[in-house]
């Protein structure tokens, strides 16, 4: 198994050893919807996946927030936000549109209205909204959004950065992570395929302003 899993694997460990089932989940399905897994690494995922859906039962009986509860901490700090987003995305959303579409219409952080928009485009809602992301309004219906695990412009530049980071797995999986915040920001559009190759180059001259 490389390197990239093991850290991935250590870290979803980590997270259920934590009790952090809803955050474990989150990690285990993005890795999970990647186009190409080892077969070592997708059993393990798997059985970290049952112990996570384990954990997030045994939350559960003992009060999950309910929707109402998250609903009400999309208007709170950023990391409220973004747990409340998480969770949210995991729910039927056709049960709080109106709340969702308040939400998006109010310039709410970039990164937790995407995991909301990313999840009104997984669930096919056919409704238009209007979502203002640092001051620029977007008007799309949900189902013409393409899911960021579905767009082909990230997954090729995902291989080709696999590829070009495959001797240095700690850069790599810092390229995974820029790459797949810019897929999320990028929403309501989504990278095709032939912008796979600009689309890696950016991500690799963020990596080396960063370094």
Same mark, same amino acid.
């Given at each position: ?5 093991? /850290?991935?694997? *250590?870290? #979803?460990?980590?997270? !259920?050893?934590? =009790? $952090?089932?809803? &955050? ?86 970039? /990164?937790?209205? *995407?995991? #909301?928009?990313?999840? !009104?485009?997984? =669930? $096919?809602?056919? &409704? ?84």
């Amino acid at each position: 198994m490389n390197t990239y899993y093991e /850290e991935i694997l *250590a870290e #979803i460990r980590q997270m !259920l050893k934590d =009790q $952090q089932a809803e &955050e474990a989940y989150m990690m285990i399905m993005r890795e999970l919807k990647m186009p190409y897994i080892p077969e070592e690494a997708e059993k393990e995922l798997r059985e970290l996946y049952r112990e996570a859906i384990w954990q997030k039962a045994e939350k559960k009986e003992v009060g999950e927030p309910d929707l109402e509860e998250l609903l009400r901490r999309l208007k709170g700090k950023p990391q409220s936000q973004l747990a409340a987003a998480g969770m949210l995305a995991e729910r039927n959303l056709r049960a709080c549109l109106p709340q969702i579409r308040d939400y998006l219409a109010k310039d709410p952080l970039p /990164e937790a209205a *995407a995991l #909301i928009v990313d999840a !009104l485009a997984e =669930q $096919q809602i056919p &409704e238009e909204f209007v979502w203002v992301k640092n001051g620029v309004e977007y008007t799309f219906w949900a189902d013409d959004v393409t899911p960021v695990n579905q767009s082909e412009g990230f997954h090729l530049a995902d291989q080709m950065l696999q590829k070009m980071y495959e001797k240095e797995p700690s850069l790599c999986q810092m390229a995974r992570s820029l790459l797949i915040h810019e897929a999320y920001l990028y929403l309501p559009l989504s990278y095709e395929e032939d912008e796979a190759e600009v689309l890696t180059a950016m991500i690799r001259r963020e990596l080396e302003e960063m370094m």
